[in-house]
């Protein structure tokens, strides 16, 4: 069974302080692993898709990265309206998304 | 539209009362996802359209939970004889490939939130 975990569960940064989040995964045939942003009341925005071990993806302040095992998605000097809970999903081919339960980031000014 | 839109926005619904969830999907796109989101979860799949045929449904918790696109663009998501457990956001998503092509970001719509009393 596809199963994918998010560490940590919430993280507080101040303004400037760069971290990573973490995504654990386990999935037979990996098709492509996604990461997604989601504020408070909307539903999940498109951020990235990786799809094979050592790809890099950049986006402003993120940067995502994948092994075979995990996806880290790097934060640099965030700001407040990084502030967000941020998903990662995984699709094993012919089969649906499945997600993580999110890390909560906070961005403190 | 834009994007994908959903409505109604807030639903509360008393214990045992039926509910239809609306999707607008983005025009022309394939596939039509809908997705459960319990408090402080990651959505979880429900059920999956491409075009008018209901591909999968291999995620709905029961007979209670019902969706239909018959005309390959809206989509309603049908819980019949609500419970306290079926009380969650309901995220209806889309994407202008099939689900076979793979390795799409889809989009979603900001969801129903579901509170059943």
């Known amino acids: 069974e596809d199963q994918v975990t998010q560490s940590p569960e919430a993280l507080r940064l101040q303004e400037g302080e760069s971290s990573s989040l973490n995504c654990s995964y386990t999935?037979?045939?990996?098709?492509?692993l996604f990461w997604y942003r989601q504020d408070p009341g909307k539903g999940p925005e498109f951020l990235f898709t990786l799809y094979s071990a050592g790809e890099e993806k950049e986006k402003e302040r993120l940067k995502a990265t994948l092994t075979k095992k995990e996806s880290f998605l790097h934060i640099t000097a965030p700001k407040p309206e990084d502030s967000a809970t941020y998903l990662c999903?995984?699709?094993?081919?012919?089969?649906?998304?499945?997600f993580g339960p999110g890390t909560r980031l906070s961005v403190l000014p | 539209g834009a994007g994908v839109s959903q409505s109604p926005r807030y639903k509360v619904a008393k214990r045992g009362q039926d509910v239809a969830l609306r999707c607008d999907p983005i025009s022309g796109h394939v596939s039509l996802f809908w997705y459960q989101q319990a408090l402080g979860q990651g959505p979880e799949f429900l059920t999956y359209?491409?075009?008018?045929?209901?591909?999968?449904k291999s995620g709905l918790p029961s007979d209670r939970f019902f969706a239909e696109r018959p005309e390959g663009s809206v989509s309603t998501l049908k819980i019949q004889r609500t419970q306290q457990e079926d009380s969650a956001v309901y995220l209806c998503?889309?994407?202008?490939?099939?689900?076979?092509?793979?390795?799409?970001?889809?989009?979603f719509g900001s969801g129903t939130r579901l509170t059943v009393v």
């Open positions: 999903a995984v699709q094993a081919y012919g089969q649906n998304f499945v």
């Open positions: 998503a889309s994407s202008p490939l099939g689900q076979a092509a793979g390795g799409y970001g889809y989009t």
């Open positions: 359209f491409q075009n008018e045929a209901q591909l999968d």
């Open positions: 999935v037979s045939g990996l098709r492509g």
